[in-house]
């Protein structure tokens, strides 16, 4: 088996982490907001954790026993919003990225998941879960593909997450330790943020060696039409579907902007339409989004969701950022 590391550089960044354990709280007036949310008080049976109340804090060391559904962690995982729209990660062997949708423009995710473990599964007065992961990345999450097999995050030696909020954004930084994938094993640094007035999240993330195959990708869900775009003269494009796509069969778009000297291919996968990087060991950025039409200000065709997002890569052609 190989074995990259970067100790030295990882060390670095987890020496950065503060040790001791904070509870957080939207920054007041902000239009942004992220946190992670863990029990305590509880104990473990087997791999589900029971008993406890939930806790903020600002970082979180994943415990060997977690799994999908195990409890301990509210919603399963960090989420990030602006007062548009929300993510969540789940922080477990999926390591997929869901949308909550939002029918007001308030910080909502304080409150999501703590009349019941899963809830936001039912429609809310501030939105509801809003799109079926099944065994597909989500939106914008990271896996690898190799041979036309997914392989997720079933094998880590430690991951810790840390969420941060700001005045102008909030955002969640995630550390892979030790992701084992057939015979490779790497590190991966991600750090994710939202902005006020924005739908999109900016994803990068380094991987600590060059290993092919590393992907993120949209879901492949029913009743939906999904397109590429790219511009000859420009540095970006995008990968994007469209259609009454939502759990609740309502509009739903979802976009993933990649830069185009990042890419190696745009395929097909088993279950996501999927942008596949080169191998490198330099930091990747790339952009996802999603529009519900039961927002605020909802996007409710697939004429206004592609101007919108075309809109989006002009911004990045023209600026090289969002």
Known sequence: MKIYTTAAAF??????????????????????????????????????????????????TIDPRHTDHSFDIRYEGPGWESNLIAYRLYLDWRNAIDIFGKTTEKIILPEVGQDGFDSYHLKQDWGSDILKVGKGVGLGSISRIVNNEMYRFESVDKTTVKVHNAAK?????????????????????????????????????????????????????????????????????YIATFGNQSMFDDALGMVLFY???????????????????????????????????????????????EAYINNKLTELNSKNKL
Request: charged residues 20%.
């Open 11 to 60: 060390a670095l960044i987890l020496a950065q982490i503060s040790c001791a354990t904070h509870t957080t709280a939207p920054v007041p007036g902000a239009k942004t907001y992220a946190e992670i949310s863990v029990k305590e008080g509880g104990s473990w049976t087997g791999r589900k954790y029971a008993g406890g109340t939930f806790k903020n804090v600002q970082e979180h």
């Open 169 to 237: 954004s909030s955002g969640v930084d995630i550390f892979y330790k030790g992701w084992k994938t057939l015979n490779d094993k790497i590190n991966v640094n991600a750090s994710l943020s939202i902005f006020p007035d924005e739908r999109f999240t900016k994803y990068s993330f380094t991987p600590s060696a060059p290993v092919s195959g590393i992907c993120t990708g949209i879901v492949k869900v029913k009743n939906s039409e999904y397109w590429e775009k790219t511009d000859a003269a420009g540095n970006w494009g």
């Open 259 to 305: 830069e185009k000297s990042t890419a190696a291919e745009v395929k097909a996968g088993p279950f996501d339409h999927l942008v596949i990087f080169k191998p490198t060991t330099k930091p990747i950025t790339y952009y996802f989004l999603a529009t519900w039409e039961k927002e605020a200000h909802g996007i409710t065709t697939k004429a206004e969701f």
